[in-house]
């Protein structure tokens, strides 16, 4: 922000934001997802100031707010990306059994088709009867 308006008056300075995921361990093996959000207000000695109490304010607010905003598009996602995995693996598992099906379904008509030309081949056995 070069300059801006709130209430409580005009001030410059700037606002700077910044967020990272941050993953760790704990004593059991299980992961913990996180988020470190860290927002630093900068006023210039010669500028127009705020409050130090509206500004505490300012900067706690937006922090708890993007703090929010971060891990809840962080668990939509993660929500996303588990449906889409668990969809993959079921139709993977679909798709698997009809290729078993269809591979035993040829391998029974391999078999009924070799026990016909047996039968074909044996002397004595006469006319061919389906």
Same mark, same amino acid.
């Given at each position: 922000?070069?300059?801006?308006?709130?209430?409580?008056?005009?001030?410059?300075?700037?606002?700077?934001?910044?967020?990272?995921?941050?993953?760790?361990?704990?004593?059991?093996?299980?992961?913990?997802?996180?988020?470190?959000?860290?927002?630093?207000?900068?006023?210039?000695?010669?500028?127009?100031?705020?409050?130090?109490?509206?500004?505490?304010?300012?900067?706690?607010?937006?922090?708890?707010?993007?703090?929010?905003?971060?891990?809840?598009?962080? &668990?939509?996602?993660?929500? #996303?990306?588990?449906? $889409?995995? %668990? *969809?993959?693996?079921?139709?993977?598992?679909?798709?698997?059994?009809?290729?078993?099906?269809?591979?035993?379904?040829?391998?029974?008509?391999?078999?009924?088709?070799?026990? &016909?030309?047996?039968?074909? #081949?044996?002397?004595? $056995?006469? %006319? *061919?009867?389906?």
């Amino acid at each position: 922000m070069g300059s801006a308006e709130m209430k409580g008056g005009h001030f410059d300075g700037e606002m700077r934001f910044s967020i990272e995921r941050k993953s760790s361990t704990d004593d059991e093996g299980d992961e913990e997802d996180g988020v470190i959000v860290s927002v630093s207000l900068c006023i210039p000695r010669k500028g127009r100031k705020i409050k130090k109490k509206l500004a505490k304010k300012l900067v706690t607010c937006l922090a708890s707010s993007i703090a929010t905003s971060a891990t809840s598009e962080a &668990r939509k996602t993660v929500a #996303r990306q588990q449906q $889409s995995k %668990s *969809y993959k693996d079921k139709i993977a598992g679909f798709a698997n059994e009809r290729r078993t099906e269809r591979a035993l379904q040829n391998e029974k008509l391999e078999d009924m088709a070799a026990d &016909r030309r047996r039968k074909w #081949r044996r002397k004595g $056995s006469g %006319s *061919y009867r389906p």
